[in-house]
């Protein structure tokens, strides 16, 4: 496009509701061809791949991403093989545990991986969702102090506990142990007390994982369960060690609905756990797609403005 000339836009529109030019991503000629060289894909499609940066060599790994190639170490998120360890520990000596959630998507499908995960091994799981009204997003003092008077020993906070160090203090001073698993941002190099804290976006994380909704790095927490479980020899006949990939659905859930960038292992995330979705095994989700009247295979429009809302 000429300088000064007004882009083409797209069905007549070349402004957003704020005003702003839309303009079309540049992609680089010379990787165009080599996608449609590499990968035998048409022009407009190796276009798409080289305008939203996807490298040379990288291109079936996007088309096509298998958790095979991209599941990252669960031991490059700091704190992960901690809280691996404390949690599997928790399980087998049989202490009171509760998951504190987020309120939302993204919350309720970590809570639900984890909850899922210790029934598999016979493990009580108490699930804590605050009220978004009367006490308001993340854990708070009160709530710790309830969990606390039911008996419970140790809390894993889903989808949000970074940023509470009022709370998680308070918590750990009533003499609760915390573990955050979350993904939000951090403000600086102020990090609550918790026992075990892991989140790709904590400063000096080198995960490199850092699109990943909650339920992504829970899906990744209970690969390190697993393995954490299998070096303590809990996995007996009678109490076999759990095939996560059954909970890729929920996973799945929290990418989509939380917006998250799909790329690399989130992009993985969702593809293969549309797939788990689509036979609809979850009860859960099987009833909530009654109730919308929808039916078929799942698709990101099921994840997204269906199931999510």
Known sequence: MAD????????????SLSGRLWRERAADPETVRRHEMALGLPE??????ASRGVEDGQ?????????????????????????????VDAVAKGRPMAVFA???????????????????????????????????????????RRLKDEGVELVITVDCGAAAMEAVT??????????????????????????????????????????LAAAGVTFVLLAALNREARKQGLFTQERPEPDIRQWLDL???????????????????????????????????????????SQGPATAFHVGFVLGP
Request: aromatic letters at 6%.
């Open 4 to 15: 000064g000339a007004t882009p083409a836009g797209y069905l007549g529109v070349t402004r």
């Open 44 to 49: 407009p499609l190796a276009r798409a791949l």
């Open 59 to 87: 291109g079936e790994h996007y088309l096509n991403p298998t958790l095979k190639a991209l599941f990252p170490d669960p031991s490059s998120f700091m704190d992960m093989d901690k809280a691996a360890a404390i949690l």
């Open 102 to 144: 987020d309120y939302d998507v993204d919350g309720a499908s970590s809570a639900a991986q984890l909850v899922r995960w210790t029934r598999a091994l016979s493990a009580p799981l108490r699930i804590y969702v605050p009220d978004r009204i009367t006490e308001g997003y993340g854990p708070s003092p009160a709530a710790f």
């Open 170 to 211: 308070y918590a750990v001073e009533i003499g609760l142990e915390v573990v955050v698993i979350d993904h939000h941002l951090m403000r600086g190099d102020e990090v609550p007390p918790a026992t075990a804290l892991v989140n790709p976006n904590r400063p000096g994380c080198g995960s490199g994982q850092g699109v």
């Open 251 to 293: 996973a799945c859930m929290g990418a989509i609905c939380d917006v998250t960038q799909l790329v690399g292992f989130n992009r993985a995330l969702a593809s293969q756990g549309l797939k788990v979705m689509s036979g609809w095994r979850n009860p859960g989700l099987k009833a909530l797609l009654e109730v919308a009247k």
